[in-house]
């Protein structure tokens, strides 16, 4: 998962939104993990925030 190439590859596999969304792993241990959203139309809602889904 640390790979981007791997990392990208199964957000298309398996979570094709994710993927489109702009999800991006910035650190991953075996207790915790951090991952940064991109904001932009896909996921926010009317009121200018980001879906709850989406967090």
């Known amino acids: 998962m640390l790979n981007p190439i ?4 199964f957000l298309i ?17 075996e207790t ?5 959203l991109k904001y932009n139309c896909l996921n926010k809602n009317p009121f200018k925030s980001i879906y ?4």
């Open 32 to 36: 915790q993990s951090t991952v940064q």
């Open 13 to 29: 596999l398996k979570l094709p939104l994710a993927f489109l969304a702009g999800v991006k792993l910035k650190f991953l241990n």
């Open 6 to 9: 791997f990392f990208k590859l």
């Open 52 to 55: 709850f889904a989406a967090l």
